[in-house]
């Protein structure tokens, strides 16, 4: 799957989340691991935080 064909998804998924009553309601969950593959932008020595780490 392309770039654009991401970015096109992405666009659909958040149009019918704001249409509610149009689509119907839905909850977004996050869960762990999410961030795991997350890149730092700026300070290459912070991290997310993983099981084994805590919140700073």
Same mark, same amino acid.
């Not at 689509?23 to 300070?43: D, Q, T």
């Given at each position: 799957? $392309?770039?654009?064909?991401? !970015? @096109? %998804?992405?666009?659909?998924?958040?149009?019918?989340?704001?249409? *509610?009553?149009? !689509? $119907?309601?839905? @909850?977004?969950?996050? $869960?762990? $691991?999410? @961030?795991?593959?997350?890149? @730092?932008? *700026?300070?290459?020595?912070?991290? +997310? +935080?993983?099981?084994? *780490?805590? %919140?700073?």
């Amino acid at each position: 799957m $392309g770039k654009e064909q991401v !970015y @096109s %998804c992405a666009e659909d998924i958040a149009m019918r989340l704001k249409e *509610g009553r149009k !689509y $119907g309601e839905a @909850s977004l969950m996050v $869960g762990a $691991g999410f @961030s795991k593959n997350a890149k @730092s932008r *700026g300070m290459k020595d912070i991290k +997310p +935080p993983d099981w084994g *780490g805590t %919140c700073r």
